[in-house]
């Protein structure tokens, strides 16, 4: 049964015994999701793998040519390669799952007695949603209570004009209206509020809102071609088109040359094996869905893909002071009536003078009675310390009418009804300026007030304007400033700076990233601030009037070396961010209004706030800060680097292990040498590869000095000509070792299976030695296995039990037509891998001298 007497005061809403209750029979609020595929589904799409198809081939050739041994191993190595594939596809499913959880939408609801900001999901029937402007409805609900409510309802009706919405009555409470239309006291689950606020009791969830039954369901993710997905594709491309015609070639020389087509068709496979590049695309996939997870744990959501790409590059960082500088924890440290200042944060006495109950009063009055806004809040606090049991409290007044804050006036006023009194009363508060303005001051007082407010934000303060009017009872007007205002006072607001502001600041310099700072405060507070957290270039500020005011040209000249824009409304942001994009800068943009998604949407990183922050602006943001806090970005910043550069690094291994393992397949059929590398032995080098490049590459911790050099430059190309020399030097270093090992062997008489173990032996130590080094370009061999890369110890650990296994069990060793190593052979090879290691080794030591590349 709806109770219409429901109001926002003394609701309780429900418990936390009756929401878990309610949602293990309802469910949580959320639609079905993408269809969850089988382990059916993932075996067929692994079967489309070229690798795998290669394999499939190469057994089916066996078979015909009688090597029933060879076709049973390569289909071991096939439910091999199928495992692994599957074990990735599941680990990024949980991590795309645990993301899942972290970007469901907020929702403001009362349980316990208390507002608490929750999971969209975790809503049940019967909760109270506290509605804000610029947050989405999470559920579909009825509305008890409201002040100039407008909601967007576009999503369900088709209808871009917002609608208005009362609240519920008898005359018009009907659960079979539908969404569309004026007047009505139901919001629905996906639609935006545009203006007010309104509480509201939630009838349905899940797919019992409007939007399940109409079939509006959360559509699916599109995937994003991000311009490291379009460059691996272009790599891989280039190298099946080589892979292709060399494989051709191969086939056509053994078969012409040897008579025996079908060893030449293996001989072909072996060398498009060796060729194809399947793991760029894989490892793509891996580093950016874990690098996401990774962001996530320090309080970051990635919305966007492309943002992790991105974060690497960011020059310029333009944060909000409130919430993200500071711990945006208002107190009410000073307040100021004609003529005289009482400092309430230093005050022993535990008593306010008389004189100032009344701006305490009617600041209150212009306040909601159980605010969430950290401003009001302190108001209230205030107020309850010093006022308590006074004739200043007016819990019985009655709440007439609001005027909300408007982009003309940044002020907002409450309409009370007193018993005792005739005329409504009318409290006031907002920006000075607006204050000021409504109380028709002449010049003189005016003048005289902005003193005030420039000395208060010169000592940091964030000041807000009071003021009060009466009104008779008939006819209230439409717009505040038809009401005569007085003037009361100026409240002065302080919010600590978070602690770790400055020495994040200090990295950021040292990174080589500007941090603008943004507030819509007076530039005094701007500059208390900045000198408090080291700013660069405190002295210099730009106000919002002045960037309307200058044209395009001048804006971008100007912003070269200002740090601080104070009295900025948000539509101003995005003047401030074109500016820096016009000079080429990558721009990390925070924000948190409705206002600011112009600016997120168009900086190259928009950074919602995840507390404080309205839906409207974490839908066109890149990232959502979870925390709110500042540290986050950069941490965000250093992951993004680290995942960049380890990406880079896995990139240049794949390429530099397939030229020895491509040569090594080519260069014995050109010169009628017998054959060192049979599918099988591929097949092995790619349960080493396979788990080094997206497992080793992508734990490896940063490097200390990573947030020491520049931001990378966006337009640089992850595979360019300096990281190809260095793969391409590697990987000839590793064929010349290998070759020579083999042409070595058969001229000391070696048979052709000696010749293969000791070359594979080599081939495969030298890989290993190839990922230990190439895990890091700065650090020495030492440094890296003293790093906590777990991931490393586990596939060298791993690839020296299989390589022994291949070569001293007598099954696996006929299997891979090997023959068995003695004590010199061993150490023989032993000794090449610590040779090609110190090789590595010295190529790094130049690389760090010249600074090839990094």
Not at 188 to 209: C, D, E, L, P, R
Not at 268 to 282: C, K, N
Not at 439 to 468: F, I, P, S, T
Request: aromatic share 8%.
């Amino acid at each position: 049964m709806v109770n219409f007497s429901d109001k926002s005061e003394n609701i309780s809403g429900l418990s936390q015994e009756e929401v878990k209750k309610k949602l293990k029979i309802e469910g949580y609020n959320e639609l079905p999701s993408r269809k969850k595929y089988g382990l059916f589904y993932l075996l067929l799409e692994v079967a489309k793998e070229p690798m795998l198809l290669l394999l499939i081939i190469s057994g089916v050739i066996y078979l015909f040519l009688g090597n029933i041994e060879d076709a049973i191993m390569l289909v071991s190595f096939i439910v091999v390669v199928v495992g692994i594939t599957i074990y990735q596809e599941r680990k990024t499913e949980k991590a795309i799952e645990a993301l899942k959880n972290l970007s469901s939408p907020r929702a403001l609801v009362i349980r316990d007695g208390r507002q608490v900001n929750i999971p969209g999901r975790e809503v049940v029937t019967g909760d109270i949603l506290v509605l804000k402007e610029g947050n989405r409805v999470p559920a579909d609900a009825f509305v008890f209570s409201s002040s100039n409510l407008l909601i967007d309802e576009s999503l369900l009706t088709g209808e871009s004009i917002p609608v208005r919405k009362s609240e519920a009555d008898e005359d018009n409470f009907s659960q079979n209206i539908r969404p569309g239309g004026d007047d009505t006291p139901f919001v629905y689950s996906g639609t935006m509020i545009i203006q007010g606020h309104g509480m509201a009791k939630v009838i349905a969830t899940g797919v019992n809102t409007e939007m399940g039954k109409i079939g509006k369901a959360l559509k699916s993710i599109k995937d994003e071609t991000t311009p490291l997905q379009i460059e691996t594709r272009k790599i891989i491309k280039n190298m099946l088109i080589i892979g292709a015609f060399l494989c051709v070639a191969v086939v056509l020389i053994y078969g012409f040359t040897r008579g025996n087509w079908l060893k030449g068709f293996l001989a072909g496979l072996s060398l498009s094996m060796a060729m194809i590049p399947e793991e760029f695309s894989v490892v793509l996939l891996i580093f950016l869905t874990m690098g996401a997870w990774r962001i996530s744990k320090k309080q970051v959501l990635t919305r966007k893909v492309s943002a992790i790409e991105t974060l690497g590059s960011a020059s310029v960082l333009c944060v909000d002071k409130t919430g993200t500088l500071t711990l945006n924890k208002m107190t009410l440290g000073k307040i100021y009536i004609e003529n005289e200042y009482f400092d309430i944060e230093n005050n022993k006495f535990n008593v306010v003078p008389e004189k100032f109950h009344n701006l305490l009063e009617y600041s209150i009055l212009a306040s909601q009675r159980d605010p969430f806004d950290p401003v009001e809040s302190a108001i209230k606090k205030t107020g309850e310390k010093y006022l308590a049991n006074s004739e200043h409290i007016h819990n019985y007044w009655k709440l007439v009418r609001e005027y909300p804050l408007s982009k003309e006036i940044i002020a907002l006023s409450h309409v009370w009804e007193s018993v005792d009194k005739q005329n409504y009363i009318i409290a006031a508060k907002g920006a000075p300026e607006s204050i000021i303005d409504l109380c028709h001051v002449d010049e003189r007082k005016k003048d005289k007030l902005l003193k005030v407010v420039v000395e208060l934000a010169n000592e940091g303060y964030r000041v807000l304007g009071v003021a009060k009017a009466t009104f008779s009872k008939i006819n209230i007007p439409e717009n505040q400033h038809d009401f005569n205002f007085e003037f009361i006072g100026f409240l002065g607001f302080i919010d600590p700076v978070r602690e770790n502001v400055s020495d994040t600041i200090k990295v950021c310099y040292e990174a080589g990233i500007r941090v603008i700072l943004i507030t819509g405060d007076y530039p005094g507070t701007a500059q208390n601030i900045a000198r408090q957290i080291g700013l660069k270039n405190p002295q210099k500020y730009i106000l919002g009037t002045e960037l309307e005011e200058m044209d395009t040209g001048k804006l971008k000249q100007k912003v070269k070396d200002v740090n601080i824009f104070a009295r900025v409304v948000p539509e101003q942001k995005l003047l401030i961010v074109n500016a820096f994009k016009a000079n080429g800068e990558i721009v990390a943009m925070t924000g948190d209004g409705v206002n600011d998604a112009p600016a997120l949407k168009s900086a190259n990183i928009g950074i919602a706030m995840g507390e404080r922050g309205t839906d409207v602006a974490r839908e066109s943001a890149s990232l959502v800060l979870l925390n709110d806090d500042f540290s986050s970005i950069v941490e965000a910043v250093k992951l993004g680097r680290r995942i960049f550069n380890n990406l880079k690094k896995a990139m240049s291994y794949i390429f530099s292990i397939h030229i020895p393992i491509a040569l090594v397949s080519l260069i014995p059929v050109i010169f009628k040498l017998p054959l060192i590398l049979m599918p099988a032995h591929i097949a092995f080098m790619e349960l080493i590869i396979d788990p080094a490049c997206s497992t080793v590459f992508e734990a490896q911790p940063e490097n200390e000095n990573i947030m020491k050099n520049k931001p990378r430059d966006l337009k640089e190309s992850m595979f360019n000509k300096k990281t190809l020399l260095w793969s391409v030097i590697n990987g000839i270093s590793i064929f010349i070792i290998t070759i020579s090992v083999f042409i070595i062997a058969l001229k000391r008489g070696a048979s052709e299976d000696e010749a293969r173990t000791l070359t594979f032996t080599a081939l495969v130590l030298s890989n290993l030695a190839l990922i230990a080094t190439n895990t890091s370009w700065s650090k020495n061999i030492i440094k890296i296995f003293k790093s906590k890369n777990k991931s490393l110890y586990f596939v060298l650990g791993i690839a020296l039990v299989l390589l022994s296994s291949i070569l001293y069990i007598p099954d696996l060793r006929s299997l891979f037509h090997f023959s068995k190593l003695g004590i010199y052979d061993v150490l023989l090879c032993l000794s090449l891998g610590v040779a090609i290691t110190l090789w590595f080794e010295l190529l790094k030591l130049i690389n760090i001298k010249i600074k090839f590349i990094r």
